[in-house]
Nanobody, 125 residues
Framework: QVQLVESGGGLVQTGGSLRLSCAAS????????IGWFRQAPGKEREFVAA????????MYADSVKGRFTISRVNAENTVYLQMNSLKEEDTAVYYC??????????????????WGQGTQVTVSS
């Protein structure tokens, strides 16, 4: 099992930036892909971005393309989500997840086996 810990959330003004971190430990060899998802109050958990540990292929939700960047540092077993030009609608609890999905299915939350506890991001005007 892979353990995941998110950090970096907080309160930021519209147009600001935050960088989230997802630190993986445990059986990291079983992790092929890290995904970021978010859940706003009263809404379904939705896909944000994903990255493969090997090769670094990335995938983004349309709503964040051009504003968010996912990256990884393999030596640190850490994945980052740089969030720029934040909007109020980005307000949510952000979760990272680990799994071995087929790449084309990396946007599906059921493809992920391990989840972190989440970190709150609040964007306010």
């Amino acid at each position: 099992q892979v353990q995941l810990v998110e950090s970096g959330g907080g309160l930021v003004q519209t147009g600001g930036s935050l960088r989230l971190s997802c630190a993986a430990s445990g059986r990291t060899s079983s992790s092929r892909t890290i995904g970021w998802f978010r859940q706003a109050p009263g809404k379904e958990r939705e896909f944000v971005a994903a990255i493969q540990w090997n090769g670094g292929a990335t995938m983004y939700a349309d709503s964040v393309k051009g504003r968010f960047t996912i990256s990884r540092v393999n030596a640190e077993n850490t994945v980052y989500l740089q969030m720029n030009s934040l909007k109020e609608e980005d307000t949510a609890v952000y979760y990272c997840a680990s799994g071995q999905p087929n790449w084309s299915s990396s946007h599906l939350r059921e493809m992920y086996r391990s989840w972190g506890q989440g970190t709150q991001v609040t964007v306010s005007s």
